[in-house]
């Protein structure tokens, strides 16, 4: 039986003096590109991290990273959890069987936002933790691997100590991974890893985010297992991209460096789809 990505995700985290790296991708083909080498709301939505994006949205966009392939470990933003404890199991549950093998759930309000904006507001304790015991509940009685991650947005608003406390419920909750959201400097960083050890941190590299810039050898040597760098596909593509539609528009042509159709679609899978096809009798593909 093949690894899930799940499984997999779970031994690399139990590795000792290891780091688990994920750089962010947006849709199947930042996937592929990755697996060859928020983002959702900007790139399926066109919009800001405002928490306009619905479960629907994230789910079809994690189902489409995921089926890439299935044993690579994908990890994905569930926001919210969408709801109360009922819309938290539901989301946990096609996360789940969507193949994903880490969510993350926040103790922000309903109308949330990006986790470096200002203006954040967090729910209670007490609703936080009901979601994190809704997504643990429903994860274990599926009979799932996926890991919960537990997340918190208090650093901004509520102060480092109040996000440490949180995530010390979240641990009781029984979670597998702790995020505290924008830490502000590297002690934070160095103070959070030792104050919840052993349980597997997480650490959000945003660039010009609230977090100072740090390596993945830096988050390693502190003590971080899982260093996320969520919009790096999307920062960058978005001002290449600008400047050569800009360039279509006023000049009517572009500099873009030509790759072509077929680089294209072998970076989609052509090669490996013409080689199943062969395998089992088809013609439909005799030559590239």
Not at 34 to 39: Q, T, V, W
Not at 128 to 147: H, I, N, P
Not at 159 to 177: I, K, N, T, Y
Not at 196 to 223: S, Y
């Amino acid at each position: 039986m093949a690894m899930t990505g799940a499984k997999r995700l779970r031994e690399l985290m139990s590795k000792e003096d290891h780091i688990v790296v994920a750089p962010g991708v947006y849709d199947g083909l930042s996937g592929r590109i990755a697996l060859a080498a928020a983002g959702t709301n900007m790139s399926r939505l066109g919009t800001a991290d405002l928490g306009i994006a619905t479960l629907n949205d994230m789910l079809s966009n994690a189902s489409t990273i995921t089926s890439l392939s299935p044993s690579t470990p994908v990890i994905a933003d569930a926001d919210t959890g969408y709801g109360g404890p009922i819309m938290v199991s539901r989301t946990v549950r096609q996360y789940a069987l969507a193949g994903v093998a880490a969510l993350h759930i926040e103790d922000q309000v309903q109308e949330k936002r990006c986790g470096h904006l200002v203006g954040k507001q967090c729910v209670s304790r007490e609703v936080y933790y009901a979601r994190l015991r809704a997504a643990v509940k429903t994860r274990d009685e599926m009979g799932s691997e996926m890991m919960i991650i537990a997340r918190t947005d208090a650093r901004a608003d509520l102060g480092f100590d109040e996000a440490v406390e949180r995530l010390q419920g979240a641990v009781e909750c029984g979670v597998d991974a702790l995020f505290l959201e924008a830490l502000q400097s590297t002690e934070e960083c160095e103070k959070a890893v030792k104050i919840f050890a052993p349980t597997p941190v997480l650490l959000n590299m945003v660039p010009g985010g609230k977090t100072p810039q740090m390596g993945v050898k830096q988050a390693k040597e502190i003590g971080f297992k899982l260093y996320i760098n969520p919009t790096l596909g999307l920062e960058a593509v978005v001002r290449p991209m600008q400047k050569a539609y800009k360039m279509l528009v006023e000049q009517g042509t572009d500099e873009c460096e030509p790759i072509g159709p077929k680089a294209l679609f072998e970076i989609c899978g052509l090669n490996e789809a013409m080689a199943f096809d062969e395998s089992v009798g088809g013609a439909a593909f005799g030559s590239k």
